[in-house]
């Protein structure tokens, strides 16, 4: 009856180790994914985004979003690699999604907007109207 539960036992292990495998296979970067940049530009830039928000916690982690320029979920902001922007972003590493960005790929507020926008939907082909140029 032991030689039973013994059995049953590794095979428990077994099994949690092979999840423990194919999570840790699940989560390794991947080293030519489609975000990533086909030249060999420098990446100097952190791409941050809060995902979670800071409601609940204490004033200290609200701070540091702050400070990091994040005020709302889904937020997006561009930092330089320094010591202290990767000391404020272990801070609220539960709270964000960082990617390491070349500054090519830098966008500031407007140009974030600028992206998200639709089409307008129509192109203007001729005015009925011309304007009166001076």
């Known amino acids: 009856m032991a030689s039973t539960s013994a059995l049953r036992h590794s ?7 092979g999840q423990l495998t194919r999570r840790w296979l699940g989560t390794t970067p991947a080293q030519l994914s489609p975000t990533a940049p086909s030249s060999s530009e420098p990446l100097t830039h952190y791409r941050i985004t809060q995902r979670r928000s800071a409601i609940s916690l204490g004033e200290r982690i609200k701070g540091t979003l ?4 994040l005020h709302r979920r889904m937020q997006t902001v561009y930092h ?27 966008r500031d507020k407007t140009e974030q907007r600028r992206e998200r926008r639709s089409p307008r939907g129509y192109t203007v082909v001729k005015r009925r109207v011309e304007t009166a140029e001076a």
């Open 66 to 69: 702050a400070s990091l320029g």
């Open 11 to 17: 095979a428990h292990v077994t099994r949690t180790a």
């Open 80 to 106: 330089p690699h320094n010591p202290e922007t990767a000391g404020k972003i272990l801070k609220v590493k539960e709270l964000v999604e960082v990617a390491n960005v070349p500054a090519s790929e830098v």
